[in-house]
């Protein structure tokens, strides 16, 4: 079965500071990831995802990840944070074989950044 | 506009009294899905849809129902709701792509009470 662990709860950094929230990922093919952000209140919005190629991979707001196949993992990354930053992190993996149309999420880590 | 739509946006109802909380989408997706989203356990998978009349359980079904019978529509039944029910309910749509389906488009939620 798959899954994605993000380990921490919660990740606090000042702004300006780069960031870095992290995802580890477990399926059986080959992995199709995306990482999604939530701000208050609202929906579930689409960051950045990898199908294949480029191991960097460059999304909405500045954010971008790197998928790292021996690891398993694939952590988000900003440079420079921003207070409008802080909002909850969900990274999401499905098999990219297709048959298998599930898509699974972690729990989501909250990040705050303070001015 | 592209989107994903949910009504109600907020439901208070009692045990047992049947309810259905609508989803629509304008995008012309082959995929839908419900998801709900509870603190601690991330977005968990309700059901999803592949097409009109093509439904399968997602991780947890149980209390639940849905159809298909329209492709922009993916309505969400309780039939008889209990308090376990009570969280904040997603509707989401994907189109498909390279190595199976897109990225998901989320609704703005349902945020559900059952007393």
């Known amino acids: 079965a798959q899954s994605v662990a993000q380990p921490e709860d919660q990740v606090n950094v000042a702004e300006g500071n780069p960031l870095t929230v992290k995802c580890t990922y477990s399926?059986?093919?080959?992995?199709?990831l995306f990482w999604y952000v939530q701000y208050p209140n609202r929906g579930l919005q689409f960051l950045l995802k990898?199908?294949?190629?480029?191991?960097l991979v460059k999304g909405s707001y500045g954010f971008e990840a790197e998928f790292n196949k021996s690891q398993t993992s694939f952590h988000l990354k900003k440079p420079s944070a921003l207070v409008s930053d802080s909002a909850l992190y969900f990274c999401a993996v499905r098999d990219f074989a297709g048959a298998n149309s599930k898509l699974t999420f972690g729990k989501g880590i909250t990040l705050s950044v303070r001015p | 506009e592209a989107q994903v739509t949910q009504n109600p946006r907020y439901l208070i109802t009692v045990t047992g009294k049947k309810l259905t909380v609508t989803c629509s989408q304008n995008m012309n997706h082959e995929y839908m899905s419900w998801y709900r989203q509870d603190p601690g356990l991330g977005l968990r998978q309700i059901y999803y849809?592949?097409?009109?009349?093509?439904?399968d359980k997602g991780d947890v079904p149980e209390g639940y129902k849905v159809s298909r019978k329209e492709k922009r529509n993916f309505p969400l039944i309780l039939e008889s709701p209990s308090p376990n029910q009570t969280s904040l309910y997603f509707c989401a749509s994907s189109s498909q792509g390279q190595g199976g389906w897109n990225e998901q488009f989320f609704g703005p939620g349902t945020r559900l009470t059952v007393l």
């Open positions: 990898y199908i294949t190629g480029d191991n």
């Open positions: 849809s592949m097409n009109v009349e093509v439904t």
């Open positions: 399926v059986s093919g080959n992995p199709y």
